[in-house]
């Protein structure tokens, strides 16, 4: 009986450990580079290098930037940081707009103000701890991270 309860043991501590969930760290989500796309008449844009896809029309109605059914800016700006939030922004845009990956989707965590203006030829950069944006032909600096202007 003893030789019974051993082996059932055994297995049962075999089965949980296989269970068990696994995980992989650290991990480094950061592009190195941002993403310069084009935004065709429907809102969508698509990075190949990235395999990523997505439909940015409810940002330029949140940011009052369609004109004819149309986005105001051509090309949108994208980079996501090592802990894996996508920055985002446009020329004209007045904002930063930082999403988390979601289900099928990316969910807003933070929308950084820049400029009450709109930002003038706006350019990202990963810097290790945060993003950095360059704007106004690379006059303004600011350090973005998840959290905000750092």
Known sequence: MKRSKKIFLTILFATLAACSSLKIAPVNYA???????????????????YS????????????????NNAPVSKQVRIIRNRDGYYF???????????????E??????????????????PAFNQRGDY?????DNGNKR????????K
């Open 131 to 135: 993003i950095e944006l360059i704007t």
């Open 142 to 149: 600011y350090e973005l991270t998840q959290d905000g202007v």
């Open 88 to 102: 985002i922004t446009a020329n004209k845009f007045k904002h930063v707009y930082v999403f988390a990956p979601g």
């Open 52 to 67: 990523v896809t997505m439909n940015l029309r409810e940002l330029f109605e949140a940011e009052k930037l369609i004109e």
């Open 31 to 49: 592009w190195p580079l941002e993403n310069v796309l084009e935004i065709r008449s429907d809102f969508n844009v698509a990075s190949m290098r």
């Open 104 to 121: 099928k989707s990316l969910v807003l965590k933070r929308k950084i103000t820049i400029n009450e203006k709109g930002i003038e030829n």
